[in-house]
């Protein structure tokens, strides 16, 4: 099932400060558009739900979707509220003020919607919004397709998503997988739920002759077992812990991604929240203990956005009824305005 963001009250509103490039915000430039897939033609809105002429697919542009879904976490024994994620992550990016080409309007802001999961068929949510990812990387001008969880059961539509596009395997290209969590999510499991996710990756992959390359930044040792250490050596995962990281610092933190990158030619970004303190991301379902520092993450962020290859990202897990102050859902917005800036800064110097 895909619909529009609800809009009342509107998610894409905010201050307006003039009309002019030098007072663009998110809330602004954002163009809502009903993807294909919900039989809604070329029905479109512009930010705060006035009409809009219409936002071509082939002009430059970062396309914004939503998974309205917290069955996974459910399933997973979490706290559920994760589906109402993606209408708190477009409120807290609304405000943010925009520079350079978006600003300038060169480069558009598409939002396509949300796919949802209803009730608990996980596996029909994760269906649309596959669909709906595939629709949002193969659009002619996508520069980027971010994804609005959600719990992380995202991350297996998100892979659905580009496998079903145009890009990735399906042109031949090398691609990967970089998580920013304290947990694997290697689980296996007799269905499918928030914490099995990379399980069923390297599942799919091994049944084309592939090998999943998949790389996590944050791991917390304490929440992941014995068993799942071992099934991350037997994958190959490339891993640090949450003290690895900050032992290495930003500039390590770098280094890894690139090292990671190199050998690819599109890579998939997803970013759990609770990677991050409970400091600073309360509004979760397992905040963390120790987790990595925000100015870390946001470092492995940017060296992702500028690699030239960032395709796909998507940031989950952000449960609005446990945020304190809209902590988590600022934070997160922060970090998706950097990858995004960012993709267009390395699309140029590469």
């Given at each position: 099932m895909t619909h529009l963001p609800d809009t009342d009250p509107p998610v894409w509103t905010g201050r307006h400060d003039g009309d002019g490039p030098e007072h663009a915000r998110w809330h602004q430039a954002v163009q809502e558009v009903t993807a294909p897939s919900t039989g809604g033609g070329a029905a479109e809105r512009a930010g705060g739900g006035a009409?809009?002429?219409?936002?071509?697919?082939?002009?430059?542009?970062?396309?914004?979707?939503?998974?309205?879904?917290?069955?996974?976490?459910?399933?997973?024994?979490?706290?559920?509220?994760?589906?109402?994620?993606?209408?708190?992550?477009?409120?807290?990016?609304?405000?943010?003020?925009?520079?350079?080409?978006?600003?300038?309007?060169?480069?558009?802001?598409?939002?396509?919607?949300?796919?949802?999961?209803?009730?608990?068929?996980?596996?029909?949510?994760?269906?649309?919004?596959?669909?709906?990812?595939?629709?949002?990387?193969?659009?002619?001008?996508?520069?980027?397709?971010?994804?609005?969880g959600g719990g992380h059961e995202t991350a297996w539509s998100s892979y659905l998503g580009l496998v079903g596009s145009g890009i990735g395997p399906?042109?031949?290209?090398?691609?990967?997988?970089?998580?920013?969590?304290?947990h694997f999510d290697l689980r296996e499991e007799p269905h499918p739920t928030s914490g099995t996710p990379f399980a069923q990756m390297a599942a799919a992959e091994h049944a084309v002759g592939r090998e999943l390359r998949y790389a996590v930044l944050g791991i917390a040792e304490p929440s992941n077992t014995?068993?799942?250490?071992?099934?991350?050596?037997?994958?190959?995962?490339?891993?640090?812990?949450?003290?690895?990281?900050?032992?290495?610092?930003?500039?390590?933190?770098?280094?890894?991604?690139?090292?990671?990158?190199?050998?690819?030619?599109?890579?998939?970004?997803?970013?759990?929240?609770?990677?991050?303190?409970?400091?600073?991301?309360?509004g979760v379902s397992a905040p963390a203990a120790y987790g990595v520092p925000l100015p870390l993450i946001a470092a492995a962020v940017r060296a992702a956005a500028g690699s030239g290859k960032l395709a796909l990202l998507d940031v989950v897990e952000l449960n609005p009824s446990l945020d304190v102050d809209g902590r988590t859902a600022r934070t997160a917005a922060r970090l998706i305005d950097d990858a995004v800036r960012g993709v267009l800064d390395g699309a140029a110097a590469h």
């Open positions: 009409p809009h002429a219409g936002a071509d697919p082939a002009a430059p542009h970062v396309a914004l979707l939503g998974f309205r879904s917290d069955e996974g976490v459910r399933r997973n024994r979490g706290r559920v509220g994760a589906a109402d994620g993606p209408a708190a992550l477009r409120r807290a990016l609304a405000p943010l003020a925009l520079h350079g080409q978006f600003a300038r309007g060169e480069v558009g802001l598409h939002d396509l919607g949300d796919a949802e999961t209803v009730g608990e068929d996980l596996e029909g949510g994760q269906a649309a919004a596959a669909a709906l990812t595939s629709h949002g990387l193969d659009r002619a001008g996508s520069a980027l397709a971010v994804v609005l399906r042109a031949g290209q090398r691609w990967g997988v970089l998580n920013l969590d304290a014995g068993v799942l250490f071992e099934r991350a050596r037997e994958l190959g995962v490339r891993w640090w812990t949450d003290e690895q990281c900050l032992a290495a610092g930003a500039e390590g933190l770098r280094s890894f991604v690139e090292e990671f990158t190199a050998e690819l030619d599109v890579l998939y970004l997803t970013i759990d929240l609770d990677v991050l303190p409970a400091a600073t991301a309360p």
